[in-house]
């Protein structure tokens, strides 16, 4: 089981790397998809031992929306905003990646500080958690397109579910879904918000969204 | 109590159904004036009783608590807050009637009634939290009437100084509340006495601040000559005679938690009160805008209900059971008096800006004769607000002047010399506010008309009158009956002092009988006058001739000529701006005068401070770029900064 698990966390870290590296937006919106299927089949690797049917059904639905709906929304987005589907980092990629081991480091170090309390956590878990939600939040400040922010709030939220779903164990599935539902808003409102926006003004890119400051 | 929720309900209930209904104004005044005289019923028989009663409930917010209680102190508030709340209901029916078609009413009489509601839900609060609640949504309400006319920019300009002048002293009150909460372990008001001697002062000032910027304590006070005149008459009267009362309620009630008051408090309330009265009353005497005149009146009023809790805070400190019980008695007194008389005053001003179009006071005159029940009401207001006898303002005055000169002869002098200047001091606001109100009557109502605006003034229909003769017979009544009254309230009086009524110097039936006698001269020299006209003609001529061969209403004193003398006498203060061109010339023609006193905190202390603030602010603006990723950076910045802080 601990095996399972820890296979499923060099994955996330591997999917994160990858994710800093990447150069084309499709390609981008496939790995996140990949990582999505993964934190999605992690409720199944943590409670091997007793499958509810509410865990399955949690897998379930997870892996559809993450693996699936947003992937098809995303790269449906992409087609209908008809942009360079270049990710036109303000960080470029080897630096990216250098950032990004460098923010595992300190994950790591912070996971072995941080003590959970009541709860006795694979090893790996909390620190690769940690990493996903900075490579999250990196992601949404070093990228332009209003699409990769997208993808950043994603894996910033797969952080939070990876942290949840093994450390905590017993998050009431009222919660679960509803946490599941907020991103499905959001994705969906963003995918139409980028659209919009590439229609008004021919691209999607942030950095011009600026006009609005004071 | 039942009575008291019932209305309060009733007036929500009312207030929301305004909102949808489309003859919103009966709906809204009827629902405000049914659930001011159910709450008014249960508030008068509270007090009569002496006894208190609470009710609580069970609230999902951590820390809140729906606790209401309803002893003397909150009843004796909640007489005037219900009673002028009535009147003013039933005085906006027709001042309001002019808007319709032009204007939404709905939203008017909702946030009137919610207005009125929050002021009895703060009264009776006894939960932090749910005061602190009742409190913003009080501010709201007032906030979003004040703005009834947003279309003028002045109206905007008033409401925000309004927003932010609220949000400044809630500021001070949330500080306030989460202290005594973390030392009485609850928000709730039962815990609070419970509070260690070395936090009293602090909490003291804080009160203080929060409180007094509602009240308008004179460098807190900016908010008021805005926002009174921006807003509808009957809402003018509402705020002024009751709103800012709240402020002085929850500084009474939180001197209740505070323990034994050291002198000093005594002192800082008397040098609060002294600096608002006088330099409340010079501003007042400066203005032209009869409201703006109205609402520095209000800042006087409040600095000598602050006289009145210096004089008690004094005697509590110094164990004098004279000192404290007439210092409360009086600040407590000219709470429901400044109610009354101020709510008069304002419904009286409301009439003159519907008849006429114009606050501008050097454009009326002769209204006396145009709007007879406007003029003598108001004549009645000025009368009483100025402390003349048998008026009820010249009774709350004369019980603080008798507190105060019976601490005068007391032997310590940290409390003789504050109560002397105390004296001295109302002796001054009273004189002042008298000359002020001989100007303001005099220029609006006496004499003949300055400009079109006056000629055509008619009076005000009936809805409005109603209001305004019923004030103007309250004010006599306190000040006829003021024995009576003074028995009446002696409860909250006990509740706040600690001293019984039961010790009653002999002095006080002795104004009743004075005035009463007054009256009776009055009335006796009027009939006198009368026979001997009987078989008289009695003509008529014109006010003022001063023996020109064609007197003009233009050569009448106007009401910054009139208050001349006193303004120059006090120009430090007042720091007036002049803007003149004299005639010059053996055939002068084109001179003009004119004068503007704009209120030196807002100008001297405020408008610098909040540059200062703005320059400050505005050298941080490198860091509004405008774009996501940097704001995203700096919140990923400082939750990793936090972590790694924690962590080390």
Known sequence: ?214 | MNLLLFGITLLVAGGSAALLARRSSWLGAGSAVLGCAAGLIGAVRALAAGASESWRLAWEIPGGSFAVELDALSAFFLIPILGLSALAAIYGVGYLDSWRGKKALGPVWFFTNTLIASMAMVVIARNGLLFLVAWEVMALASFFLVGFEHEKPAVREAAWVYFVAGHFGTAFLIVFFLLLGREAGSLDFEGFDRVAPAMSAPLFLMALVGFGTKAGFMPLHVWLPDAHPAAPSHVSALMSGVMIKTGIYGLVRALTFLGAPPPWWGWTLIGVGLVSGVLGVLFALAQHDLKRLLAYHSVENIGIIALGAGVGVLGQAAGSPALAFFGWAGALLHVVNHALFKGLLFLGAGSVLHATGTREMDHLGGLLKRMPVTGVTFLIGAAAISGLPPLNGFVSEFLILLGAFSGACSKSASTAVPVLVTIGGLALISGLAAACFTKAFGVVFLGEPRGEHAHHAHEAGLAMRIPMVLLAAACFAVGLLAPAVLRFMAPAVKQVSGVDFAGSPSSRPAIAWGAAAFLTVVGGLALVRRRLLAGRTVGETVTWDCGYARPGPRMQYTSSSFAQPLTDLFATFLRTRRTQSPPSGYFPRNASYATETPDVCREGLFRNAFLGGAWVLGKLGWLQQGRVHLYVLYIALTLLALLMWSLR
């Open chain 1, 1 to 214: 089981m601990s095996l399972l698990i820890e296979s499923a966390m060099v994955l996330l870290v591997l999917t994160n790397l990858t994710l800093l590296g990447l150069s084309r937006l499709r390609s981008c919106i496939r790995v996140v998809a990949v990582q999505g299927i993964v934190l999605g089949l992690l409720p199944l690797a943590a409670h091997a031992d007793d499958l509810a049917p509410r865990i399955i059904l949690l897998a379930g639905g997870t892996v559809a929306l993450k693996g699936f709906v947003f992937p098809w929304m995303l790269l449906r987005a992409l087609r209908v905003a008809n942009v360079r589907h270049e990710v036109e980092p303000i960080v470029g990629y080897t630096l990216s990646i250098v950032i990004g081991i460098a923010g595992f480091g300190m994950s790591l170090w912070v996971g072995s500080r941080l003590t959970i309390p009541g709860a006795a956590a694979p090893p790996l878990v909390l620190p690769v958690a940690l990493f996903t939600i900075l490579v999250g939040l990196f992601v949404i400040v070093s990228r332009r397109k209003a699409l990769t922010q997208v993808l950043g709030y994603l894996v910033l939220e797969n952080g939070m579910y990876a942290f949840g779903i093994v450390l905590v164990g017993e998050i009431p599935m009222l919660v679960e879904l509803g946490v599941l539902l907020d991103v499905f808003v959001a994705v969906l409102v963003m995918g139409i918000a980028i659209y919009h926006i590439s229609r008004e003004y021919d691209h999607i890119d942030v950095d011009e969204l600026d006009a609005l400051r004071g």
